[in-house]
């Protein structure tokens, strides 16, 4: 079956503009997670839903930042304002199970690769 | 200080070549996963452990829940095994903390 998706797969931004992320996860997927990857590092926690709720936002870097998954299923992460800071690798994983479940892979997209300049 | 430290960095290695990646982390977890990103590439989930061992092929990853350390070995390296290879931990089933990553590359 198809994996999880993400579009566009490379964004090219100026300084100030607003940017809109798209992650298409693994469907029937309860779980959504958003990660920021910059360069050089390892991914970093943004953001997480469980169906249509979003359970944990404590990674986002600032309120320029905003997730949403209204249905349930696909999510997009925006940004406001964009800055050069924000260039990054923006991925996304979902996962079959409910947070807390003791067997939890995650499934990752391709990511997004975000350039401002 | 990292939650989540690997070791080492970068590392070199000839075909054939007995690997191993260590990682160490600071407090107690719920799993401690393994992953692979190629270059340009997504992020591949090699395995999820929460004590013991497991093996997969050429890859083999342990855990010392005591210790706090997890160790990533592969066998008869390959150069297609060259990549990155992140540690991550959940602390309750949720998301995961990564390490910075270990540069694999494997000449031939």
């Known amino acids: 079956g198809a994996g999880v998706s993400q579009s566009p797969r490379y964004k090219v931004a100026k300084r100030g503009q607003d940017v809109a992320l798209r992650c298409d996860p693994i469907s029937g997927h309860v779980s959504l997670f958003w990660y920021q990857q910059a360069l050089g590092q390892g991914p970093e926690f943004l953001t997480y839903?469980?169906?249509?709720?979003?359970?944990?936002k404590s990674g986002l870097p600032s309120d320029r930042f905003f997730a949403e998954r209204p249905e349930g299923s696909v999510s997009t992460l925006k940004i406001q304002r964009t800055q050069q800071e924000d260039s990054a690798v923006y991925l996304c994983?979902?996962?079959?199970?409910?947070?807390?479940?003791?067997?939890?892979?995650?499934?990752f997209g391709p990511g997004t690769r975000l350039t401002v300049l | 200080k990292n939650e989540v430290e690997q070791s080492p960095q970068n590392l070199t290695a000839q075909e054939g070549e007995f690997i191993t990646i260590n990682c160490s982390y600071s407090v107690g977890i719920s799993a401690l996963h393994w992953l692979q990103q190629h270059p340009g590439g997504g992020i591949v989930s090699l395995f999820m452990?929460?004590?013991g061992k497991k093996k997969h092929g050429r890859l083999i990853a342990t855990i010392n829940i005591q210790e706090k350390h997890s160790s990533l070995h592969i066998t008869a390296s390959h150069p297609r095994d060259s990549a990155v290879y992140i540690c991550a931990v959940s602390y309750d089933g949720n998301k995961l903390v990564f390490g910075a990553g270990t540069i694999l590359r494997v000449k031939s």
């Open positions: 839903f469980q169906n249509e709720a979003q359970l944990d």
């Open positions: 452990l929460s004590s």
């Open positions: 994983a979902s996962s079959p199970f409910l947070a807390g479940a003791s067997t939890d892979t995650q499934y």
